[in-house]
């Protein structure tokens, strides 16, 4: 089988960049039968230890945005064909980024969505880092698509972040873990028909086991987007906006 050659951006974290290639892994093997290493897709990683950058979200947009374009790059000269980024919080740069890069890069946050909408789930919890509520990166896409959003509340981000930051540190205390879990239920609560693990840290502690409605796991959703696209799937939401 001819595939496509996979460029994965990832360190934001570490930890949840190795989780992504493991799915991708897994899903190679359910989906598409593969057993020898020829069956999986190639795949380059470029780890990048993103300055201005933290549990919270973006700290320096400018810095952040300039190593990420450079990492881009790297993936890019290395014969990927195209590029994922395992991490949500980036997505606020896909526009420039895409207007930096020659070839396709595909988003979590459209991949997400378009798994919400096939679903029909009209009304979703979402879970992220700071930046990713504050600039509300999924809202345009939802709203478009006639999906309600609860997000939440101030004290609640904070709890969020404490559980983001204790995965990152690989010490997660049951408590962090329980406060994130009554989060979800208040979200359920307020007819919440969907979770959106909005990211990517956060599927290494919370799983559909843990949650009464459905769980978006973005990783999940991106790593098998990112194998149907290496295997020449249709794939309308992978664009090129490079003006090189």
Do not use: W
């Not at 001819?2 to 493991?22: C, Q, V």
């Not at 598409?32 to 933290?54: K, N």
């Not at 956060?202 to 459905?214: A, F, H, R, T, W």
Request: glycine share 6%; aromatic share 6%; with cysteine.
């Amino acid at each position: 089988m001819a595939f496509k050659k996979i460029g994965i951006l990832g360190g934001m974290g570490p930890e949840s960049s190795a989780n992504f290639y493991y799915k991708i892994i897994r899903y190679c093997q359910k989906e598409y039968q593969a057993i020898q290493d020829t069956d999986f897709p190639p795949m380059i990683i470029y780890s990048l230890p993103l300055l201005g950058f933290d549990e919270s979200g973006i700290l320096d947009e400018k810095i952040v945005l300039k190593q990420l374009v450079h990492g881009i790059t790297i993936l890019k000269n290395a014969g990927c064909d195209f590029i994922v980024i395992p991490c949500n919080t980036v997505h606020c740069f896909i526009h420039e980024l895409r207007i930096n890069s020659s070839i396709p890069i595909l988003s979590i946050i459209e991949e997400t969505v378009e798994r919400i909408k096939q679903s029909k789930n009209n009304i979703i919890g979402l879970l992220g880092s700071e930046t990713t509520l504050k600039l509300q990166l999924y809202q345009e896409l939802l709203d478009n698509n006639n999906i309600t959003c609860i997000s939440p509340t101030k004290e609640d981000k904070i709890l969020i972040t404490e559980l983001i930051l204790e995965i990152m540190s690989g010490k997660v205390e049951n408590k962090t873990k329980n406060d994130v879990l009554s989060i979800i239920k208040k979200m359920e609560q307020q007819s919440a028909n969907a979770i959106v693990l909005g990211c990517t840290e956060l599927p290494l502690e919370i799983s559909q086991k843990d949650v009464g409605v459905i769980v978006y796991d973005t990783l999940q959703i991106l790593a098998e987007s990112a194998v149907d696209y290496a295997i020449n799937k249709t794939h309308k939401n992978c664009l090129v906006l490079s003006k090189q």
